[in-house]
């Protein structure tokens, strides 16, 4: 009973993992390890900005996340009470309009987004993510492109760690950089292919940012930070090769790289 996820959505354990997280963003409260809640200050320039929703509709939050004057947290109810300086971590409530809470940050920072864990309410059908983290920072300095893209799209870097998924599978976690140099009018998906022979033996396709930054929100100037888990049936090989792309999700129609280092041009970047 205590490891049923249903267990979890009866005393919405989902609302107590939004309180931690806020926690360890700031560095105040209790921070989701043992049952102490240690006085701490909030850490040097950390700061939280928790969706007005959350704070009315959770009396467990309200509970748990400290509120301090100055540095901390701040319960938003409209983009303009996001803060202007960063760092920043961002939660919010993923089925409203955030693309303007997004548009209130200061332009030229890095973004990178990901989903909380899953809620159920007695009367819903299916489980959801709870909420979405946009994490923001500055960008500092950048190194030359891996790749450019149509539609005015750059991979600046990519990073690529062996690790493993909660089942205990071994996979590959893909961090992209990604910048557009103009504002992109479609939502293309990102594509992380492992292949040997021209054969794909391992993949993840999916939009950016855990589907929380799609292209059509990049702001020129920005960095979006976009991660990946690849699942791997075996272990990778001298012949495999890391191949990433973007593609439109109606058509299938890969955007061509129109410049890599060494490299043709093509529709697909390697990357070790």
Same mark, same amino acid.
């Given at each position: 009973y205590?490891?049923?996820?249903?267990?979890?959505y009866?005393?919405q354990?989902?609302?107590?993992?939004?309180?931690?997280e806020?926690?360890?963003?700031t560095?105040?409260?209790?921070?989701g390890?043992?049952?102490g809640?240690?006085?701490?200050?909030?850490?040097?320039?950390?700061q939280?900005?928790?969706a007005?929703?959350?704070?009315? =509709?959770?009396a =467990?939050?309200?509970?748990?996340v400290?509120?301090?004057?100055?540095?901390?947290v701040?319960v938003?109810g409209?983009?303009?009470?996001?803060?202007?300086?960063?760092?920043?971590?961002?939660f919010?409530?993923p089925y409203?309009?955030?693309?303007g809470?997004l548009?209130?940050?200061p332009?030229?920072?890095?973004i990178?987004a990901?989903?909380?864990?899953?809620a159920?309410?007695d009367l819903?059908?299916?489980?959801?993510?709870?909420?979405?983290?946009y994490?923001? =920072?500055a960008?500092?300095?950048?190194?030359?492109?891996?790749?450019r893209f149509e539609?005015?799209?750059?991979?600046?870097?990519?990073?690529v760690?062996?690790?493993?998924?909660?089942s205990?599978?071994?996979?590959l976690?893909?961090?992209?950089?990604?910048?557009?140099?103009?504002?992109?009018?479609?939502?293309?998906t990102v594509?992380v292919?492992?292949?040997?022979?021209?054969?794909?033996?391992?993949?993840?396709d999916g939009?950016?940012?855990?589907?929380a930054?799609?292209t059509s929100?990049?702001?020129?100037g920005d960095?979006?930070?976009d991660?990946?888990?690849?699942p791997?049936?075996?272990?990778?090989?001298?012949?495999?090769?890391i191949?990433v792309?973007?593609?439109?999700?109606?058509?299938l129609q890969?955007?061509?790289?129109?410049?890599? =280092?060494?490299?043709?041009?093509?529709?697909?970047v390697?990357?070790?």
């Amino acid at each position: 009973y205590a490891s049923d996820p249903v267990t979890g959505y009866y005393f919405q354990s989902a609302a107590a993992d939004l309180a931690a997280e806020v926690n360890r963003a700031t560095g105040a409260g209790w921070d989701g390890i043992g049952l102490g809640a240690p006085e701490r200050a909030p850490g040097p320039g950390q700061q939280a900005v928790l969706a007005q929703r959350f704070w009315d =509709s959770f009396a =467990s939050v309200r509970y748990l996340v400290p509120r301090s004057a100055g540095r901390g947290v701040v319960v938003a109810g409209s983009p303009t009470q996001v803060p202007s300086d960063v760092p920043l971590h961002l939660f919010l409530w993923p089925y409203e309009p955030v693309r303007g809470t997004l548009a209130a940050l200061p332009n030229g920072v890095r973004i990178g987004a990901r989903l909380g864990p899953l809620a159920r309410g007695d009367l819903e059908p299916k489980p959801y993510a709870l909420y979405v983290v946009y994490d923001v =920072s500055a960008t500092g300095p950048l190194s030359a492109p891996a790749a450019r893209f149509e539609q005015g799209i750059t991979l600046l870097a990519a990073q690529v760690e062996i690790t493993q998924l909660a089942s205990g599978q071994a996979a590959l976690q893909v961090q992209l950089d990604w910048s557009a140099a103009q504002p992109v009018a479609e939502d293309y998906t990102v594509f992380v292919h492992v292949e040997n022979g021209g054969q794909v033996v391992a993949q993840h396709d999916g939009p950016p940012g855990d589907r929380a930054l799609p292209t059509s929100w990049w702001r020129p100037g920005d960095v979006i930070r976009d991660v990946h888990l690849v699942p791997l049936a075996t272990p990778l090989g001298p012949g495999d090769r890391i191949l990433v792309g973007l593609y439109h999700p109606v058509t299938l129609q890969r955007l061509a790289v129109l410049g890599v =280092s060494g490299g043709p041009p093509g529709d697909s970047v390697e990357i070790k």
